[in-house]
């Protein structure tokens, strides 16, 4: 599953984990660790039922004709009978008479079972399904680039072409239906900003302005696999046409338009949730879900300010140690102006991720005992994303290898990407992070399967966070400039503490909240605008960066204390990846055990 693609899910409160039961055998005929398995096994399987595109993503083609029900009634009813009934199945089972893995497994499925739930009562859902698409999790970002023919979805086959004109038609019906959710909004208040409405409207413009043959969803027809015969071929290529030119464009401009005429005028001033009905009892929820800990909006404010001061600190330090004679603020700004810390191609920026890449791999095999077996590609953000989309992201391959891995980086306002901070992306995006962390999940059939592709924010942007922390065992960043461009993205990930919830709870303005950011930093001015606008769209998100990384910082330097000369990167890594995203409760139990059994 790609992160993009879960963090839509979510935001559409698609629980991830959260499955139906099927009857299991009776209970005094299994142990308490083969009911789990079962109740697993069960769960995961009328989850992909009820999920289909969760299944595509695996390579699991069963229900590959399918797009999905989302934002439906029925598809919410569905999810919150089956996590309902989930949680009375998982009470019968005795957690003390559980193996250690499975215990955590239990902990991991109880959590994120109920976490989801809060989510899907009715109460919540008056506040998150009325306001279905955004410019950043929104559908038409996301399922472009699935049917493309370069995302997910395969295209060897005949039926694997008629699969994505079927998906096609669910798509077109979902488009519609964001529609209804949104005039439901409307009429009780709860809307999105404008600012959101807007750049939605310039997504879907970008979109409609494609045409037919040059339609990202035209892709798998201009070129096809062997074995695909001219006759199909033709079938298909009018197909494709006929279905952007009568279904998909018209959905678009039915969508654009209503936004643009109906919604946009009642559409809110106020970016935050603060300024929405209902807004802060859902912004104390997207906290807790997102960071997996209960922290106040305040708490969460003021432990960011105090990272900021941290992390400024060793900022100035680097300012001295490269002989820049003004003060820190001149320093951004010749950080973030001089064309030396330019690119000077998009083919140049390409090469540079190519070439850092073989510079991670070198040495890579020092702090992690083992190694995904799926292939990393590096390929530029889609156009009709770019403009909007972060600096780089990650999407993630099947567990058998047979897609890879990919990690987008952002070439949109060359001038405004800084080289100095590639490294440090990289290290985040790819290898050791996200591509290490959910790769080794998948791959790891010993897992249940709602640890192997599911998760929950804290840990996999925690991890993805602290794997950037790793610059000087990796042997990259350093050239102070680097560094800098190391703590430049650290310091995004502690502002971030700091903007969201200024927008959220305490009423900051867009405006605002990109000054506190160039201030405090070496970002481009696009940089900022682009992630504030991000916090305006998915709030919460951004919380959980700073919270794990912290949380496993914390983990490692308590391991390295108690070990002491016992202490192996590549065992503290392998404890902290092996079992997938647990919660940071979760995670720091399972720690201290490891280091109870080492002692």
């Known amino acids: 599953m790609s992160l993009r693609l879960a963090a839509i899910l979510l935001a559409s409160l698609s629980p991830l984990a959260v499955v139906a039961p099927v009857q299991a055998a009776p209970a005094e005929a299994q142990t308490a660790d083969a009911r789990l398995k079962q109740l697993f096994t069960d769960s995961d399987e009328a989850n992909l039922k009820r999920n289909p595109i969760n299944a595509l993503f695996r390579g699991d083609l069963r229900y590959a004709d399918r797009l999905g029900d989302y934002i439906s009634d029925a598809y919410f009813v569905a999810e919150r009978k089956a996590g309902d009934q989930d949680l009375r199945r998982l009470a019968t089972i005795d957690r003390a008479a559980l193996n250690p893995t499975d215990k955590i497994a239990y902990d991991v499925f109880k959590w994120q079972t109920e976490t989801n739930l809060r989510g899907l009562q009715p109460d919540m859902l008056a506040l998150v399904a009325v306001r279905p698409i955004d410019h950043f999790f929104g559908f038409h970002t996301f399922y472009p680039d699935l049917a493309s023919g370069q995302g997910a979805a395969p295209f060897k086959t005949v039926l694997d072409y008629d699969n994505n004109l079927k998906r096609?038609?669910?798509?077109?019906?979902?488009?519609?239906?964001?529609?209804?959710?949104?005039?439901?909004?409307?009429?009780?208040?709860?809307?999105?900003?404008?600012?959101?409405?807007?750049?939605?409207?310039?997504?879907?413009?970008?979109?409609?302005?494609?045409?037919?043959?040059?339609?990202?969803?035209?892709?798998?027809?201009?070129?096809?696999?062997?074995?695909?015969?001219?006759?199909?071929?033709?079938?298909?290529?009018?197909?494709?046409?006929?279905?952007?030119?009568?279904?998909?464009?018209?959905?678009?401009?039915?969508?654009?338009?209503?936004?643009?005429?109906?919604?946009?005028?009642?559409?809110?001033?106020?970016?935050?949730?603060?300024?929405?009905?209902?807004?802060?009892?859902?912004?104390?929820?997207?906290?807790?879900?997102?960071?997996?800990?209960?922290?106040?909006?305040?708490?969460?404010?003021?432990?960011?300010?105090?990272?900021?001061?941290?992390?400024?600190?060793?900022?100035?330090?680097?300012?001295?140690?490269?002989?820049?004679?003004?003060?820190?603020?001149?320093f951004f700004n010749y950080f973030r102006d001089d064309p030396k810390f330019k690119f000077s191609s998009k083919e140049d920026m390409r090469d540079t991720f190519l070439a850092i890449g073989r510079k991670v791999d070198e040495r890579v095999r020092e702090q992690f005992s083992t190694i995904p077996k799926s292939p990393l590609e590096i390929r530029p953000v889609p156009e009709y994303r770019e403009k909007t989309d972060a600096g780089g992201s990650y999407n993630a391959g099947t567990p058998d290898g047979s897609r890879p891995g990919i990690f987008y980086y952002n070439s949109y306002d060359l001038p405004s990407r800084s080289k100095p901070e590639s490294e440090t992306l990289y290290l985040h995006e790819a290898v050791p992070g996200h591509h290490f962390q959910i790769s080794l999940a998948q791959e790891n059939e010993a897992l249940p399967s709602f640890m192997r592709f599911g998760g929950n924010t804290a840990y996999a942007e925690g991890w993805a966070l602290y794997a950037e922390s790793l610059w000087k065992e990796l042997g990259v960043e350093s050239d102070p400039y680097y560094r800098f461009g190391g703590l430049n993205d650290e310091m995004l990930r502690a502002m971030r503490l700091v903007v969201d919830s200024g927008i959220h709870s305490k009423g900051w303005t867009r405006d605002q909240s990109i000054q506190y950011m160039l201030d405090n930093s070496g970002m481009s001015r696009t940089d900022a605008t682009a992630e504030v606008e991000r916090y305006i769209a998915i709030p919460g998100q951004a919380l959980a960066y700073k919270v794990g990384q912290l949380t496993i910082l914390k983990l490692k330097a308590r391991a390295q204390a108690a070990l002491g000369d016992k202490f192996d990167p590549r065992e503290f890594h392998a404890q902290v990846l092996m079992t997938g995203a647990l919660p940071m409760a979760v995670l720091e139990k399972k720690i201290d055990d490891w280091i109870a059994a080492k002692k």
């Open 168 to 330: 096609h038609r669910e798509y077109i019906v979902l488009l519609d239906r964001a529609i209804g959710r949104f005039r439901e909004g409307m009429k009780t208040g709860v809307v999105q900003p404008k600012l959101v409405i807007n750049n939605v409207i310039d997504q879907l413009n970008l979109q409609i302005a494609q045409g037919v043959e040059g339609s990202t969803f035209y892709g798998p027809v201009k070129a096809f696999p062997e074995g695909i015969g001219s006759t199909d071929q033709s079938r298909l290529r009018a197909d494709y046409a006929a279905t952007i030119k009568m279904g998909i464009i018209p959905a678009y401009v039915r969508l654009r338009d209503f936004l643009k005429n109906e919604y946009l005028p009642v559409a809110r001033d106020g970016v935050g949730l603060v300024a929405m009905p209902g807004g802060k009892k859902l912004y104390d929820y997207l906290i807790e879900s997102n960071t997996t800990v209960k922290m106040s909006s305040d708490e969460v404010h003021n432990l960011g300010l105090s990272e900021v001061a941290r992390i400024r600190k060793q900022m100035d330090d680097i300012r001295v140690q490269t002989g820049f004679t003004g003060d820190l603020k001149a």
